[in-house]
């Protein structure tokens, strides 16, 4: 198959659909939903080429609503990538989001496994690595996935896309959402498979409740202590001599050090640290967040010599 074309297999599934019947008016938004789902990941992912989203007739099965569409770009397109350097790959790294492809091991490509593993929990850190983000969510755990699929987490239009195509769930019915495997079109083994009871997980969050995160590479400096805290999670008052902030401290040795009282602090000591910074925009506010990953040092106040005036 052409670099230029992909296949896509959807299908919903339930008693309703068992004759292979579905109420056009329940079907027709999900799939338009579908395409700009498409056309959204495409922009999140810089693509510059518009998409064409085909329905295959030939491919519905019966016996649940079984679609598989042709993802392509126009022929005129076609050959404009075909005589320049532009990326085409861009199809394929759409369809790795959308769920029909890999990344490596442990880390979660599809948006629709993403969101259905946090299982609306917030995200309260993350963590970028080249094309690999960390994020941990509200309990503590931690799911890896890649920057694209994170990126279209973030995107409020993917997300009501998203949210759009999973909408006939709601109707008696119709069960499950499944991508299954478009290369073999008999076989109705599941790729992911969504049910109404994980739809409250897809709800696209308001416009204005949207996030832009970004996470600024790490770095050192030596810091004033101006305030500590012992209970576990909260944070640490710190100062560089100009700026005041509430700061996260990660170092997991360093907090049992002092908790066993290995180490204890007077007024005026400093710590040396290893940081990052998180910039956080939701709507129209901005907030920092800084997170210490490492004490490097712990330096204690100069004692000073008392002169005998």
Not at 110 to 118: E, L
Not at 207 to 223: D, G, K, L, R, Y
Request: hydrophobic share 35%.
């Amino acid at each position: 198959m052409s670099k230029n074309i992909a296949k896509a297999r959807i299908a919903y599934d339930g008693p309703a659909l068992e004759q292979g019947t579905i109420d056009v008016r329940e079907l027709a938004p999900s799939l338009l939903a579908f395409a700009d789902l498409v056309d959204n990941v495409n922009k999140v992912l810089g693509g510059e080429q518009k998409i064409q989203v085909l329905l295959n007739q030939d491919s519905i099965q019966k016996g649940s609503f079984d679609i598989t569409t042709i993802l392509q770009y126009s022929l005129i397109q076609q050959v404009q990538l075909f005589v320049s350097t532009a990326d085409q790959n861009g199809l394929s790294s759409i369809m790795t989001v959308l769920g029909w492809g890999a990344i490596g091991e442990g880390i979660v490509a599809g948006i629709f496994t993403f969101i259905k593993k946090i299982q609306g929990r917030k995200i309260k850190a993350v963590e970028e690595q080249g094309n690999k983000v960390t994020v941990t969510l509200s309990d503590g755990k931690t799911i890896v996935t890649s920057q694209n699929t994170f990126n279209v987490y973030l995107n409020i239009n993917c997300r009501q896309s998203i949210d759009r195509v999973l909408a006939p769930l709601q109707t008696e019915g119709i069960d499950t959402f499944e991508l299954r495997d478009p290369k073999q079109s008999t076989n109705k083994q599941a790729i992911e498979s969504i049910d109404k009871t994980d739809v409250p997980y897809f709800k696209a969050p308001p416009a204005n409740s949207a996030e832009n995160i970004e996470t600024f590479p790490e770095q050192e400096m030596t810091v004033k202590i101006t305030s500590v805290t012992f209970e576990k999670g909260n944070k640490w008052k710190l100062t560089d001599g100009n700026n005041t902030f509430w700061a996260t401290i990660k170092d997991e040795k360093f907090l049992d050090d002092v908790d066993k009282g290995n180490i204890a602090f007077k007024n005026g000591d400093m710590l040396r640290i290893r940081y990052h910074i998180q910039q956080i925009q939701k709507g129209k506010t901005l907030s920092t967040e800084y997170t210490v990953t490492k004490i490097l040092e712990v330096k204690e106040r100069p004692e000073q010599i008392k002169l005998d005036i």
